[in-house]
């Protein structure tokens, strides 16, 4: 069944290259079921998120009306980049199949090694200048949700 999956997966990816989309698929199973699919479509919609993971647990939560998609499984073309990968345990996926490596993206110019390298440095030594600003008056938000009882905590 695995293998199923990912050819699924695969034969999103190279549709998503025949469509002008990059080499990207993905699909999310849950119950034995693909309940989701997703490819690359960052060009097409002019959205640097939509990568095929992304797009793929969006379609999940839809459909699943759901934001927490525990006991999933996501079949995905690749290794799942440092966004995609942060969605994924945001989602609370359990399992990540993948078949092309972060290597095999980087030889094809889908490089995210700077992203890696910058989550290891200091806040300060980061590429993209980060200046917090307003701490004190944005802390009012937390201290609401705090003390409110009738959360939905994710």
Not at 31 to 44: C, D, L, Q, R
Not at 63 to 85: H, I, V
Not at 102 to 128: G, M, Q, T, V
Request: hydrophobic fraction near 35%; charge should be positive.
């Amino acid at each position: 069944m695995k293998n199923e999956f990912m050819k699924r997966a695969i034969e999103l990816s190279i549709k998503s290259v025949n469509t002008g989309g990059g080499p990207f698929g993905c699909v999310i199973v849950k119950g034995g079921k693909i309940v989701a699919e997703g490819s690359n479509k960052v060009t097409s919609t002019n959205d640097p998120t939509a990568h095929g993971e992304i797009v793929a647990i969006r379609d999940a939560c839809k459909k699943l009306n759901d934001f927490n998609l525990q006991g999933s499984e996501l079949y995905s073309t690749c290794e799942p980049c440092p966004m995609c990968l942060s969605a994924i345990y945001w989602a609370r996926i359990n399992k990540i199949y993948y078949a092309n490596t972060r290597e095999d993206a980087r030889k094809i110019d889908f490089d995210d090694s700077l992203i890696y390298s910058e989550f290891k440095k200091n806040i300060n030594e980061r590429k993209i200048p980060m200046i917090q600003i307003m701490r004190n008056e944005a802390l009012e938000a937390f201290q609401l949700w705090e003390k409110k009882t009738d959360k939905v905590k994710y």
